[in-house]
Nanobody
Framework: QVQLVESGGGLVQAGGSLRLSCAVS????????MAWFRQTPGKEREFVAV????????RYADSVKGRFTISRDNAKSMVYLQMASIKPEDTAVYYC??????????????????WGQGAQVTVSS
């Protein structure tokens, strides 16, 4: 059974930085492509970033490109989202997700098999 636990959320000022972490337990992390999504009340879950099983490929939503960086450490079973130049519109609950199709880089929530409980990020202006 795969379990994902996010941490690192909180309150941050606009223009600041924050790093989210996702601890993954269960089968080896290298079995999965990993992604971050986010969601605000009343809206659908939105793709943020995805990284391939090896960490060699990644892609980002246009809204975060150049500001956010996704990374992973398979040996530590950790996935990270480094957020910089944060904007108020980045306020959301951020979710870590795992895709057993490890070679895919999907941006669709329905393609992901396992989810964390979410971490709140609130950006003050």
């Amino acid at each position: 059974q795969v379990q994902l636990v996010e941490s690192g959320g909180g309150l941050v000022q606009a223009g600041g930085s924050l790093r989210l972490s996702c601890a993954v337990s269960g089968p080896p992390l290298s079995n999965y492509a990993m992604a971050w999504f986010r969601q605000t009340p009343g809206k659908e879950r939105e793709f943020v970033a995805v990284i391939s099983w090896s960490g060699g490929r990644s892609r980002y939503a246009d809204s975060v490109k150049g500001r956010f960086t996704i990374s992973r450490d398979n040996a530590k079973s950790m996935v990270y989202l480094q957020m910089a130049s944060i904007k108020p519109e980045d306020t959301a609950v951020y979710y870590c997700a795992a895709d057993v199709s490890k070679f895919a880089l999907s941006d669709r929530p329905s393609d992901y098999d396992y989810w964390g409980q979410g971490a709140q990020v609130t950006v003050s202006s």
